[in-house]
């Protein structure tokens, strides 16, 4: 069986042919998947709230329902990120040590009901989260945008017990968090909530305070999710020795970590990790978010980043934004794609929403990453499910029909497609 999709038709059964095409194989198994999914966010539950309830019951069917695209491995953030409508944290008074203040209520606005819309549907659902910035009275300056954590011995007691407040509240509410990863891009000032840490901080605070404060939790630490190494200004701040490098090379901080959080220019330090520490977990946690188009060209290029990502090692991939209205505006004004896109009363499935389907749809938790062999396999990835079906997903991003040949059937690529060929 063959699934095919192109701009002009969507998730239609494909072709096979007699013709012999280019000749592919498979090859070694490698890392176990843990799954594929989203992230939540406040503009995200925004843009859905404005669907009739049955088109937005509709449009989470499509995401979450396990015999639709199936995500079933989400993020969501702690407190702002770039696309809550303001900044926040869960306590802004100011000294609050003890984290007496800590709430979470305003969660309950728009990101808990959107998670547990999800849950609903996702049974098998896990996930992460990670915050953009801390509290403002933690960092040197009180300020949402740029600035560094304010690293002493208090403050990271501090944001640790903010950290455990924070997985216990959610574990209330019945949220399956499964990680916690310390800082969203701490490579990177950001005009939206964001905060600079080094690997230095990143491995006292998980180390000395935010490891103790988390056991018994049933979280585990993620360092991440790391940006770096940066190719702009940032360079000499952002390379890979100078995080997950280090923070491996201290005892306490690397008894705690589990796994590793890559997005963006952190895909260049994959590589680095896998040949240093191939027992550690890593997984993709942001899909690169283009600027607004929803473009089939960019579809094209976000499928590449998943083929890199998977070929290095990861065991998931998480898609950024999970609906946004008219342009893909954030609060603070950077366009961006989404799955879904919102205008007016109606919404749109989109290019990326599809591709990411020829993944979830067919890849059960619990398969293995498979080789692919032959000279068109820079376009290919594939599974072998706990069944051992295997599934090839493999884009043609020519203006040409192509045939591929693999175990000795043949498929139809139709122009510019991703399709997903099921071998049982």
């Known amino acids: 069986m063959i699934i095919s999709t192109t701009e002009q038709n969507k998730w239609q059964e494909g072709k096979c042919t007699d013709k012999t095409g280019i000749k592919l194989s498979f090859g070694n198994k490698k890392q ?6 989203t992230c939540f966010s406040e503009l995200g539950a925004i843009a859905l709230d404005k669907l009739s309830k ?3 019951k509709a449009f989470l069917d499509e995401l979450f329902d396990k015999d639709k695209a199936n995500f079933n491995y989400c993020r969501t953030p702690m407190g702002a990120s770039d696309f809550a409508t303001d900044f926040y944290s869960y306590n802004e008074t100011d ?3 003890e984290m007496k203040n800590f709430s979470i209520e305003r969660d309950k606005k728009y990101l808990l009901p959107l998670i547990k819309e999800a849950l609903s549907r996702q049974s098998d659902m896990q996930m992460f989260a990670s915050p953009w910035c801390p509290p403002l009275w933690l960092k040197t300056r009180k300020v949402y945008s740029s600035g560094i954590f304010n690293a002493t011995d208090e403050n990271f007691k501090a944001y640790a017990l903010y950290f455990r407040k924070y997985v216990d509240a959610y574990h209330k509410e019945g949220v399956p968090l499964i990680h ?3 800082q969203n891009e701490p490579c990177s000032n950001q005009i939206f909530p964001s905060c600079v840490w080094s690997g230095e901080m990143l491995t006292r605070f998980i180390g000395y305070y935010l490891g103790k404060a988390l056991e018994g939790s049933g979280v585990d630490i993620f360092f991440g999710t790391i940006n770096g190494p940066e190719g702009d200004d940032r360079w000499p701040i952002s390379r890979y020795y100078q995080y997950l490098g280090t923070a491996m090379q201290d005892e306490n901080a ?4 589990k796994g590793v959080g890559y997005q963006w220019a952190g895909k260049w330090s994959l590589f680095s990790t896998a040949d240093d520490y191939p027992e550690l977990e890593m997984i993709q946690t942001e899909s690169e978010c283009g600027n607004g188009d929803n473009s089939w060209d960019q579809m094209l290029y976000i499928y590449e980043m998943i083929r890199i990502y998977f070929r290095e090692g990861v065991s998931a991939y998480v898609y950024w934004n999970i609906a946004l209205e008219g342009d893909g ?3 603070w004004g950077w366009k961006q794609n989404s799955l879904i896109r919102v205008n007016g009363n109606k919404g749109t499935l989109t290019p990326e929403f599809y591709m990411m389907k020829h993944l979830s749809h067919f890849v059960k938790r619990g398969a293995k990453y498979v080789e692919v062999k032959g000279e068109f396999s820079s376009n290919c990835v594939a599974f072998e499910n706990p069944d051992g079906e295997k599934i090839l997903v493999v884009s043609n991003p ?3 029909e192509k045939t591929i040949t693999i175990e000795e059937k043949s498929y139809l690529l139709p122009a510019r497609s991703v399709n997903t060929v099921v071998i049982k």
């Open 180 to 182: 916690i990863h310390p």
């Open 329 to 331: 505006s954030s609060t």
């Open 32 to 37: 176990s998947i843990r799954g594929f999914g």
């Open 254 to 257: 690397r008894k705690y970590i």
């Open 54 to 56: 049955e088109d937005k």
């Open 95 to 97: 000294g609050d040590y």
């Open 398 to 400: 020519h203006r040409t």
